[in-house]
């Protein structure tokens, strides 16, 4: 069994900045592909960003050049960097852990809201 917790949400102002975290327990952290997904309200929960087990990331066109996914393994921790965050940014965002065998597990999610 894995547990996610994530934290570091807040209230931020446009242009702000924030950092997300994602704790791992309960597993081999380095066995796992990571990724943080966020969900607006009245909309489906989106990829945000994603990092491999070997460090690939990829990123949602929406944040790309802003926001910025990371893992430290020692630490059992992926973190997510925002920068220049926007209204639209404003979402609950969850962390996944995945492999290619069993089902994804997600944490309890941590909101964001950027607003003035």
């Known amino acids: 069994q894995v547990q996610l917790v994530e934290s570091g949400g807040g209230l931020v102002q446009p242009g702000g900045s924030l950092r997300l975290s994602c704790a791992a327990s309960?597993?081999?952290?380095?066995?796992?592909?990571m990724g943080w997904y966020r969900q607006a309200p009245g909309k489906q929960r989106e990829l945000v960003a994603e990092i491999s087990r070997g460090g690939m990331t990829n990123y949602a066109d929406s944040v790309k050049g802003r926001f910025t996914i990371s893992r430290d393994n020692a630490k059992r921790t992926v973190y997510l960097k925002m920068n220049t965050l926007k209204p639209e940014d404003t979402a609950v965002y969850y962390c996944?852990?995945?492999?290619?065998?069993?089902?994804?597990?997600w944490g309890q999610g941590t909101q964001v809201t950027v607003s003035s």
């Open positions: 309960g597993t081999i952290f380095t066995i796992y592909d």
């Open positions: 996944k852990a995945a492999r290619l065998i069993g089902s994804p597990y």
